[in-house]
């Protein structure tokens, strides 16, 4: 059934990306925690677990410590809808977003740059030695990160000549034959480091921990409890999901809708989930097989990630 | 067939080397193949003065009259290094300092890399030439080493990889010599691109920019093997902890070889580019040369090091000679490198002698020596006076040619900086040479007995007289030799 | 598709050389660093096959199978037996941190890109447009051989300069002569075995041989 307006078309298809997304997120981190019990052993936690979690923290009380302004109550707020905003207009199940032509990768970028820096804010505002630690670690990653992820796709809008993320996705899937270039290649694996380096996982940061030594995400959420944190703990798992389902679209993006009929969106989602799925999968298991990384390495490991964008953008030049 | 004469008298005796336990008598083995070296080169210098020259090999080997003239200087230092093999290793053995089967490896590696020399000259082909000065680095490595020292260890390591850094550079700039004579527009065959008389023919037809590049590469890295700043900082170290007849012979003729790879390098660009960039070029890493040899010499302790920073000296100069370009400078230049040659490893076994006899190489801890041993001291004394250029040594003439032949290019300014630079470096030695030498005697004269040392470092000495005042029977065959690359 | 199927070939080889590159300027352990070494070498060997199944030229196919062996096999393998007697085999103290070294390898990737343009322009071709990335790899080696303390570590630098040379004289003019082919390959393996036993002496006789101390010999 087509949708005959483009704009209806955007609307429906934004609104599908959010839900999409936002049940996604927690259902990634959960069956990344499943892999990660299997293959230690164990039965673990059902996959649906963490939107359980997130069920049980809504009907909380939250509680606000004493000295913390109104930093501490907005971050949530800020980083659930800056992440809402960036999944808005992703290219993730279409190419044909609401506001298309805002869609550009610098966009998306600062978008869930905003997140992380309010949460690192409110780490701050608690007045806790944890929180100050953790805010200064997860700049640092993010200020090493970030230079690597524009980079990156800056290689790959090289090769699309364009920056607008759905025109990148949709180029792609004109041109088939691009997946194999060095180009993508060393993008993709720039992008696997950044990615890895900005939703806090192994070998990074680990998101299990509450030791002061290993803390980095986790130190800046520590003062939150009940809604609050149910809504930062949402906004983490939806950076998490709409990272992992950009880094397929770019990379391979058959399977995204790039018409205008209902059903292609329905099979556009179940794409989606098999793709991010695999790569959960992929990073849950790298995940198992390092251990974390003294922090003085993690430059090293960034930095690693950025020549390899570097790289790919020169030989995007070359290869012309 | 004399090429090839050439080759064979170093390969038999390496050959030898290899297959017999040491026995004194490979030692003079190895000095005998050295003077069928120089024999053989005379008679290329002959058959080349009749204007064409010898092939070999299919080509693959040429001799010409510059090729003829490099086979001499080998064969005339290489002469010279290897009389003092027998006596040399015999003591080392004799004080256990080395065992027979490291003397026979340092008379096979002797061998071999003046094999290496000499293919190097006799090369038709830049790629040829290219491998074999590089199989002279590999060659020459172990015997940096000989002795066995950390400083020895650590001078053959430093050895090692600079010049391979820089025979890298050197392949760079040939392969991108290649890649302008492929594209040059002009239809040769491929294998002939790098043959050097192909090379020479298509010249004017070379695209500029490349063989700018191919040439700067080619300056860089052959420069490394030649000591030219700023890439000398091996020659110091290695030519001090070799054993004196290898410094002789690196120092001698090593440095030379290289230096002619860079002439054939740059007749080429100079058919390509015209002389102005190729002449910029050789003037920057000369008068480099010059100013840090001058700057190290003022406060040089070490004797060996004292000798390898002149030969750095000495480098700079023939580099400015090749600057000039004329077939004047060319001419004096060929002649420098002979004397340079002869000069040079006197001075290195002798003070090879010296620091056995007296057990040390600082300069701090030796004097008197004409006094204490007259005719070691009388030796040395004498090739410092012909290394510092003085008359009827050959390098006076050969240096004062190089000035006017500069000057005859408008360099004059490079002549005034280059005098310069010499007074610095003559005061220097003569106050060196003046503590070495001069004082007197707190025991009786230790006469020397060996009459292996004495008669060939005089005979040196006496030759490079003869040619600083006799022209014939150089002078045509300078001539000639200059005409080729001029 | 023949076309784009050969420069696509091209294209991933000579980039996985530059990667092997950088990726010995990232990585402390010196197996991973030989390991890459033999990577590289098998790189290049496929550079110089494809080029050669393109041109139908017999001695390029040849040289492809010498860098195979010498390059992908030899020079590991007795890169290998050095550190075998080395039992330091990290590279504990370079002289510039990792983190900048790969800030410094990504500029000199830049710059080598801006300053070979002008090559390439005297021949465009699908083969030649590569060259900035053998340059590049001649750059980072150069940069490794200046800032690395051990011994092992310069001699992989030197390696690499060697490698970058000959992608960049295989792009350029696909191979020069054979026989200037075979000595350079002769010689990089004398070298490397050249260097192998100058560390085995000198280990067994002084113990260490750390180039950082290395003073001895100076003005």
């Known amino acids: ?320 | 067939m004399l090429c090839v004469l050439a080759l064979a008298f170093p390969l038999v005796a390496g050959v030898i080397a290899l297959a017999m336990p040491w026995r004194a008598w490979i030692g003079w083995v190895s000095a005998l193949s050295a003077a069928g070296v120089l024999g053989v080169g005379i008679a290329l210098c002959v058959e080349a003065s009749s204007g064409t020259a010898t092939t070999a090999l299919h080509g693959g080997l040429r001799a010409d009259s510059l090729s003829s003239f490099m086979v001499v200087v080998i064969g005339c230092v290489s002469l010279l290094a290897t009389l003092q093999t027998p006596r040399v290793m015999g003591r080392e053995i004799a004080e256990r300092a080395t065992t027979p089967r490291h003397a026979s490896l340092y008379v096979l590696l002797m061998q071999a890399f003046i094999t290496c020399m000499l293919a190097a000259v006799l090369a038709a082909n830049l790629g040829v030439l290219w491998v074999a000065v590089e199989a002279t680095t590999i060659a020459t490595t172990f015997l940096v080493s000989h002795n066995r020292t950390k400083k020895a260890f650590e001078a053959s390591w430093k050895y090692v990889v600079l010049c391979s850094v820089g025979i890298a550079l050197a392949f760079f700039g040939t392969v991108l010599m290649y890649f302008a004579a492929l594209h040059s527009g002009v239809g040769a065959p491929h294998s002939a691109s790098l043959n050097w008389t192909a090379l020479m023919a298509m010249a004017p037809h070379l695209n500029h920019g490349v063989m700018r590049l191919a040439l700067a590469l080619l300056v860089l890295g052959y420069g490394t093997k030649v000591g030219l700043a700023p890439t000398h900082s091996w020659l110091a170290d290695a030519h001090s902890q070799a054993p004196a007849p290898v410094s002789a012979l690196m120092s001698g003729v090593l440095l030379t070889v290289a230096f002619y790879a860079l002439l054939r390098c740059k007749a080429i660009a100079d058919a390509a580019l015209g002389p102005a960039f190729p002449r910029a070029l050789f003037l920057v890493v000369g008068l480099l040369s010059l100013l840090v040899a001058a700057a190290l010499l003022i406060a040089q302790r070490d004797l060996k090091r004292m000798l390898a920073y002149s030969s750095v000296e000495h480098m700079g100069l023939l580099a400015l000679g090749a600057a000039a370009g004329s077939s004047l400078a060319i001419s004096a230049v060929l002649l420098h490198m002979l004397g340079h040659g002869l000069t040079k490893s006197t001075l290195f076994i002798s003070s090879g002698e010296i620091a056995h006899a007296e057990g040390t190489t600082e300069m701090a801890k030796v004097t008197a020596l004409l006094a204490r041993r007259p005719v070691l001291g009388g030796i040395f004394g004498c090739g410092l006076v012909a290394l510092l250029g003085l008359p009827p040594f050959s390098l006076f003439i050969s240096e004062f040619a190089m000035a006017r032949a500069e000057v005859d290019a408008g360099l004059w300014w490079v002549v005034a900086l280059s005098l310069l630079c010499l007074s610095v470096i003559f005061v220097s030695i003569t106050n060196h040479a003046r503590h070495l030498l001069l004082g007197a005697a707190s025991s009786r004269p230790m006469v020397l007995n060996a009459r292996s040392v004495a008669v060939p470092l005089v005979s040196a000495l006496v030759v490079c007289a003869f040619i600083g005042v006799v022209s014939w029977p150089l002078l045509t065959l300078l001539h000639a030799a200059a005409h080729v690359v001029a | 598709m023949n076309g784009s199927f050969y420069v696509g070939a091209l294209e991933l080889a000579a980039g996985a050389v530059l990667v092997c590159a950088v990726i010995t300027l990232w990585r402390r352990q010196i197996r991973t660093i030989v390991t890459m070494l033999r990577l590289q070498g098998v790189a290049l060997a496929v550079v110089a096959g494809v080029l050669a199944w393109h041109e139908h030229d017999l001695g390029l196919a040849f040289t492809a199978l010498l860098v195979l062996a010498v390059k992908g096999g030899l020079v590991p393998w007795l890169l290998r037996r050095v550190v075998r007697h080395d039992p330091r085999s990290r590279e504990t103290a370079p002289l510039m941190n990792v983190p900048s070294s790969l800030v410094a390898a990504a500029i000199l990737i830049v710059v080598s890109y801006i300053v070979t343009s002008k090559l390439t322009d005297l021949a465009p071709s699908g083969a030649t447009r590569l060259v900035p990335i053998g340059v590049a790899t001649v750059l980072v080696g150069y940069f490794m051989l200046v800032t690395r303390r051990r011994a092992v570590s310069q001699i992989v630098g030197l390696l690499l300069v060697d490698n970058g040379i000959a992608l960049v004289t295989f792009l350029l003019t696909s191979g020069v002569p054979l026989i200037v082919e075979l000595g350079s390959t002769l010689d990089v393996l004398l070298v490397v075995v050249v260097l192998q036993v100058l560390v085995v002496n000198a280990n067994a006789q002084h113990g260490s041989f750390e180039s950082d101390e290395m003073r001895e010999l100076r003005d």
């Open chain 1, 1 to 320: 059934m087509n949708i005959n307006s483009p704009l209806a078309y955007a609307i429906v298809a934004s609104l599908l990306q959010v839900v999409v997304i936002a049940l996604g997120g927690p259902l990634l981190l959960g069956l990344m925690a499943k892999v990660r019990a299997r293959a230690e052993e164990r039965v673990g936690a059902p996959i649906h677990q963490p939107l359980r979690d997130l069920r049980k923290l809504f009907t909380k009380e939250s509680l606000r410590a004493r000295h913390s302004s109104a930093v501490l109550a907005i971050a949530p707020l800020v980083i659930l809808g800056s992440t809402t905003l960036a999944v808005v207009i992703s290219p993730l199940v279409t190419t044909h977003p609401l506001l298309r032509s805002s869609s550009d990768l610098f966009v998306i970028v600062y978008l869930l740059l905003t997140g992380s820096i309010a949460v690192a804010l409110a780490g701050l505002d608690a007045g806790t030695a944890f929180g100050g630690m953790g805010s200064s670690r997860a700049i640092t990653i993010g200020a090493l990160a970030e230079p690597a992820l524009l980079v990156a796709v800056i290689a790959l809008s090289i090769q699309a000549h364009t920056s607008n993320l759905p025109a990148i996705v949709a180029a792609t899937i004109a041109h088939p034959v691009w997946a194999a270039t060095p180009l993508r290649l060393l993008a993709l694996a720039a992008l696997v480091i950044v990615v890895i380096a900005e939703t806090g996982r192994l070998p990074v940061d680990n998101p299990h921990s509450h030791l002061e030594l290993t803390m980095i995400h986790e130190a800046m959420i520590l003062e939150y409890a009940g809604s609050d944190l149910a809504l930062v703990t949402l906004g983490a798992a939806m950076r998490l999901g709409v990272l992992c389902a950009l880094l397929v679209n770019l990379f391979v993006p058959w399977g995204v809708a790039t018409g205008s009929s209902l059903l292609g969106l329905l099979v556009a989602v179940l794409f989606l989930a098999l793709k991010t799925s695999v790569l959960a999968v992929a990073v849950a298991l790298i995940e198992v097989h390092s251990a974390k990384l003294r922090l003085f390495r993690v430059p090293e490991l960034l930095a690693g990630g950025f020549v390899l964008a570097v790289l790919a953008v020169v030989t995007g030049l070359v290869t012309r």
